[in-house]
Nanobody, 115 residues
Framework: QVQLVESGGGLVQPGGSLRLSCAAS????????MGWYRQAPGKQRELVAI???????NYADSVKGRFTISRDSAKNTVYLQMNSLKPEDTAVYYC?????????WGQGTQVTVSS
């Protein structure tokens, strides 16, 4: 059974940092491409960052230069380092593992940026 467990969300002041983690089990980690998405209240889920199984990354324009996605195959974990956080980054963040017809999602972790 595939499980993706996110952690690291919370409340942070504008300008602060958080690191999200997504620990995977039940799948062959290195086989998958991975992404982080977010969904703010009243808005559609949007892509934040992706990293393919070759380590190539891509980011939404709104987070370029502030967020970094990375993966650790030894720990079966994908990370999202978020710096210089803004109130508009407030959302529930979801990790996603995908390859072909296989598509798995975590349960989400809340990130709130507020003073």
């Amino acid at each position: 059974q595939v499980q993706l467990v996110e952690s690291g969300g919370g409340l942070v002041q504008p300008g602060g940092s958080l690191r999200l983690s997504c620990a995977a089990s039940g799948l062959l980690f290195s086989f998958y491409n991975m992404g982080w998405y977010r969904q703010a209240p009243g808005k559609q889920r949007e892509l934040v960052a992706i990293i393919n199984n070759g380590g190539i990354t891509n980011y939404a324009d709104s987070v370029k230069g502030r967020f970094t996605i990375s993966r650790d195959s030894a720990k079966n974990t994908v990370y999202l380092q978020m710096n210089s956080l803004k109130p508009e980054d407030t959302a529930v963040y979801y990790c996603n593992f995908y390859r072909g017809l296989n598509d798995y999602w975590g349960q989400g972790t809340q990130v709130t940026v507020s003073s």
